[in-house]
């Protein structure tokens, strides 16, 4: 039982214009979200994060946005660039115990000049 | 400062045979998380440890699998007895303790069982 989807495999932009990822899960007990972005034979780098008391979060741009009512949460990169070509992650846990990272299959951006 | 460090960053090795994965967690961070990517999957999570305190191992796949964090600091993942199901990449993360905090990645070991 899949808890984090990202049921996108792959999306394709043009260079300049907004690149939007979407995720979604099922376990309400997430309370804490994360992108992390991965090119090939790197490990994940981590990208930004929001808490379940906030509905976005913005860093230069990037923003997420979570709606909770939906178990949806999605990432905007604005103004994509061809650096942004990657595959990524959602990931999501709980807080206590281990706060082990549940990840999303993840979505290959493919940002074309 | 130096990031995760893993080692091998690739180990191709026969079915039956045993293997052990090395990580170098950041300095400073107590908490060190395995998790493995098999092909065209996410991460999943495979164990943590945090300080002294009894790994979580609720995620190794099998009794084939353990895992051991010396000094808490390097932590070294052994499978014995390989399986080709067990080919994937095998990433270590570490991070600070406190809520919420980000976990930071090695570039993984690519393990191939033949």
């Known amino acids: 039982d899949q808890q984090v989807k990202q049921n996108s495999p792959s999306l394709s932009v043009q260079e300049g214009r907004i690149s939007i990822l979407n995720c979604d899960y099922t376990?309400?007990?997430?309370?804490?979200f994360l992108w992390y972005k991965k090119y090939p034979a790197e490990g994940p780098t981590f990208l930004i994060s929001?808490?379940?008391?906030?509905d976005k979060n913005e860093d230069g741009r990037f923003t997420v946005f979570l709606n909770k009512s939906a178990k949806h949460l999605s990432l905007h990169i604005v103004p994509s660039q061809p650096g942004d070509s990657a595959v990524y992650f959602c990931a999501a846990s709980v807080q206590g115990g281990s706060e082990k990272l549940v990840f999303g299959k993840g979505t290959k951006l493919t940002v074309n000049p | 400062g130096a990031g995760v460090s893993q080692s091998p960053s690739n180990k191709v090795t026969e079915k039956g045979k045993d293997v052990e994965l090395r990580c170098d967690p950041i300095s400073g961070h107590t908490a060190l998380y395995w998790y493995r990517q098999s092909l065209g999957q996410g991460l999943e999570f495979l164990i943590y440890?945090?300080?002294?305190?009894?790994?979580?191992k609720s995620g190794l796949p099998s009794d084939r699998f353990s895992a051991e964090r010396t000094g808490g600091s390097v932590s070294t993942l052994t499978i014995q007895r390989t399986q080709q199901e067990d080919s994937a990449v095998y990433l270590c993360a570490s991070s600070l303790v406190g809520w919420p905090t980000e976990q930071y990645f090695g570039p993984g070991t690519r393990l191939t069982v033949t």
């Open positions: 440890f945090q300080g002294n305190s009894a790994p979580d």
């Open positions: 929001i808490s379940s008391i906030k």
């Open positions: 376990n309400s007990m997430f309370d804490y």
